[in-house]
């Protein structure tokens, strides 16, 4: 009885479990008897509602302790479902496996019986949390990652269960999303790989182009050879198969597709499977995060990616290049989902107050005024004020009383439309005269909105669902000058990630920097929590 010994309560507990008896009881017919197996339920769950609110629906019966073929299904399905948990990115370690090994039909006392009933309730919760909607609280892990998890009713989740095949509902708990399938298969991938050594070793060169021979070039050949990208062959020589492998490398890690193992592309070339495999298994906790149902059209923005795709049935409809918050500590693009509901054309920018004390009204000060000239002052009735009518020597960031706005223009800093989804943290899509970021390998750069290289195709395609000539008509309200705000009659959900490896439905895992470092803390979390790399043999 030495593995029960946890679960027996002190007399203060039970003393404090008396006093809510007779509420828990309340429900119970008159005629009924309690037990001391009822009673223990009673008071091991007294301190779990959603629990406790189970077992008072169902009279509180078993549904893992009884003597029945179904109570010992149940826990031989959640026993494999716990074994296999690092299956899907979950430490085992974590899990009561010595609970699991408890005969109840060897527990001779009723109220020991009930209080392990409880505890197996709590451990099939506590591991049901885990694959269905992660193992961290992403807010705790960082900051910007200020998405909302969706975390399941769990009384609910013990009434399912207890009227499901135990098997089938175990296995229909993590997401049926085909990215999380897809990163399963990435992460055996690996794991075998692993298994067998790795990728050999590391590229002898800071840098290699084509034409160039010798063991380096060797080393490189055999590493792509190893990861998949070209066929086994035995020249000493950068030639034309080896340009292409690593052409097809550098777009599977976000790099310009020149065909040369630049010092960048061979940073990337050298690092290891065990450089790879963490970013896999933080993908896999990330989507455990965003197990909902994303819109059958959505918007998709991959921060680390520098891109933001329109999807239709999880095919993506188009997709443009983008500009992200840049890595410093009040510019990073926060990480949530939200409903966009508009788009404004021909947009004022309304300049966000930190922006204007910061960066303009000091310059303003200054000048007496002079500086930011493209910027209009705005009072508290939405007037715009002349400068000349303002003391600006009496003006400091405490005071100030305006606002800060720029008119509609090619060279206002949205550009020419904005693609609203209203939220707290005043992050949005837009347009941008900034275009020459575009052109860059990395695109961190903005206040934390994302900026778009195609914001008049994105708002075609979003508007092809209510307008029979999206360009035209978009079009004809870019030509009055005026600020319009256009309703999307269907509301887009928008998913902003930050996704370091991902999918695509053929090809290889893609991967991308870690530009904020989020990854590295999502990291760290999950190995503190337990979860470890493996390697997997055969």
Not at 422 to 432: E, Q, R
Request: aromatic residues 8%; contains cysteine; glycine residues 8%.
């Amino acid at each position: 009885m030495m593995a029960l010994a946890r679960f027996r309560f002190g007399s203060a507990l039970r003393v404090a479990g008396m006093v809510v008896l007779l509420a828990l009881f309340a429900a119970l017919p008159a005629k009924a008897q309690i037990t001391p197996f009822m009673q223990a339920v009673a008071e091991a769950a007294a301190k779990d509602p959603e629990i406790a609110a189970f077992y008072r629906a169902t009279g509180y019966k078993p549904i893992w302790t009884g003597k029945a073929s179904k109570h010992k299904t149940r826990r031989t399905a959640l026993l494999k479902a716990l074994k296999n948990a690092g299956d899907h990115a979950l430490p085992v370690s974590r899990y009561d496996l010595d609970l699991m090994a408890v005969n109840p039909r060897k527990i001779k006392s009723q109220r020991e019986l009930g209080q392990v009933e409880v505890a197996l309730s709590k451990l099939f919760l506590l591991y049901a949390r885990d694959v269905q909607t992660g193992l961290l609280t992403p807010k705790r892990v960082d900051s910007g990652i200020v998405r909302d998890v969706p975390l399941r009713n769990r009384t609910k989740l013990l009434e399912a269960f207890s009227k499901s095949s135990p098997q089938k509902f175990l296995r229909a708990l993590p997401p049926r999303s085909p990215e999380y399938a897809r990163l399963l298969k990435a992460k055996v991938q690996l794991e075998k790989q692993l298994g067998k050594g790795g990728w050999g070793p590391r590229v002898p060169a800071k840098a290699l182009k084509p034409g160039q021979s010798g063991d380096a070039v060797v080393a490189l050949r055999n590493r792509m050879i190893a990861m998949g990208y070209m066929k086994r062959s035995a020249s000493s020589t950068y030639d034309a198969a080896l340009q292409k492998a690593v052409q097809l490398f550098q777009y599977d890690n976000g790099l310009a597709t020149d065909g040369v193992a630049g010092p960048g592309t061979m940073t990337e070339i050298n690092k290891q499977i065990e450089d790879r495999l963490p970013a896999i298994m933080v993908a896999i906790e990330r989507e455990r995060w965003m197990n909902l149902p994303r819109g059958k059209r959505h918007v998709w923005v991959n921060l680390t990616d520098f891109t933001a795709a329109i999807m239709d049935n999880d095919q993506v409809t188009f997709k443009t290049r983008a500009v992200v918050g840049k890595n410093v500590s009040d510019r990073r693009s926060p990480e949530f989902s939200d409903v966009m509901e508009y788009m404004e054309i021909n947009p004022f920018w309304n300049v966000p107050r930190s922006i204007s004390v910061k960066e303009y009204l000091p310059r303003m000060i200054a000048s007496g005024g002079a500086s930011a000239g493209h910027l209009q002052l705005v009072d508290g009735r939405g007037r715009v004020v002349s400068r000349g009518a303002v003391n600006w020597g009496a003006v400091t960031p405490n005071n100030f009383p305006f606002d800060l706005r720029q008119a509609p223009s090619k060279g206002n800093a949205l550009g020419l439309v904005k693609f609203m989804f209203p939220n707290p943290y005043n992050i949005y899509l837009h347009d941008t005269p900034a275009k020459n970021l575009f052109g860059r390998e990395v695109r961190a750069y903005s206040h934390g909105c994302v900026r778009l290289a195609d914001p008049f195709d994105f708002a075609y395609t979003l508007l092809s669902k209510q307008e029979g000539q999206p360009e035209a008509y978009f079009q004809s309200v870019l030509k009055t000058g005026r600020e319009t705000k256009v309703e999307l009659k269907q509301p887009v959900p928008v998913h902003i990630v930050y996704r370091t490896a991902f999918t695509t439905p053929k090809g290889h895992t893609q991967y991308r920097r870690d530009i904020y470092g989020r990854d590295a803390k999502v990291w760290r979390a999950l190995s503190n929590a337990g979860v470890a790399l493996r390697a997997v043999q055969g």
